[in-house]
Each structure stands twice: as structure tokens, then as C-alpha cells.
């Protein structure tokens, strides 16, 4: 089986995430994204700024929600734990780039998933 890259499993985290709103609504969410962002979800990866912001135009602060799922997943999958200090204000961006750090250095151990 060949090694996943980073990008592929925050694609998975992000599936998972929305899948858990249903089947439906994770499709709706990537057709918006598309249509009012003009976000693929493979381009998601290497325009994570703008998909925060369009997970906002969407679903207003309701997408920090989302974000903490998707973080969940993500972490989940690179075998870390996710901690955060919850005095501070959550940032998704600068999550996923400690996680892709992580990932680079080889200081995570993804799981088989």
C-alpha cells in the first residue's frame, strides 16, 4: 500500500467531517464551495485560507464547528493528538499547517485508515 500524502489525508479528514452532517449535505457543501468560492475540492489543500472563508460565508461562525471536526479527523489520522488552547482563538489555517509541519518532519505516524 503506498504511503498517502498530506494533501490526501486532509481530503479524507474533510470527507469524514462533512459526511457526519450526512451524505447529502456533504455534497452540498462541496457544490457551494464550487459555486459561490470557486473552490474544488482538490484544490482545497493549497487554498486552505479561502476554504476557511468559504466554510464561513456559508455557514457563518457555525463553520468553526466544522473546522474542529475536520482538525479532529486530521490529527486523528496523522496518530497525534489535537490540542488546543481554548483561551485562544481558534484558527483553523494555523492548525492544519502545524499538522502538515508534522507530517513533513516526520514527527507524526498516520494510521492505516
Known amino acids: 500500500m503506498a ?3 498530506f494533501n490526501e ?3 479524507e479528514a474533510i470527507d469524514e467531517a462533512f459526511a457526519s452532517l450526512g451524505e447529502s449535505a456533504k455534497q452540498s457543501i462541496y457544490y457551494h464551495l464550487k459555486d459561490k468560492c470557486k ?3 482538490n484544490e482545497i489543500p493549497n487554498n486552505l485560507r ?4 468559504g466554510l464561513e460565508k ?3 461562525v457555525g463553520a468553526r464547528f466544522l473546522e ?3 482538525m479532529k479527523a486530521l490529527y486523528a489520522r496523522l496518530g497525534t493528538p489535537l490540542e488546543w488552547n481554548e483561551s485562544k482563538e ?4 494555523d492548525y492544519v499547517e502545524a499538522a502538515r509541519q508534522c507530517f513533513q518532519k516526520g514527527k507524526c505516524a ?4
Do not use: D
Open 50 to 53: 479561502e476554504f476557511a472563508e
Open 39 to 41: 473552490i474544488t475540492k
Open 110 to 113: 498516520p494510521s492505516r485508515r
Open 90 to 93: 481558534l484558527v483553523f489555517v
Open 68 to 70: 474542529i471536526l475536520i
Open 58 to 60: 456559508i455557514f457563518g
Open 9 to 11: 489525508l486532509l481530503l
Open 3 to 5: 504511503k498517502k500524502t
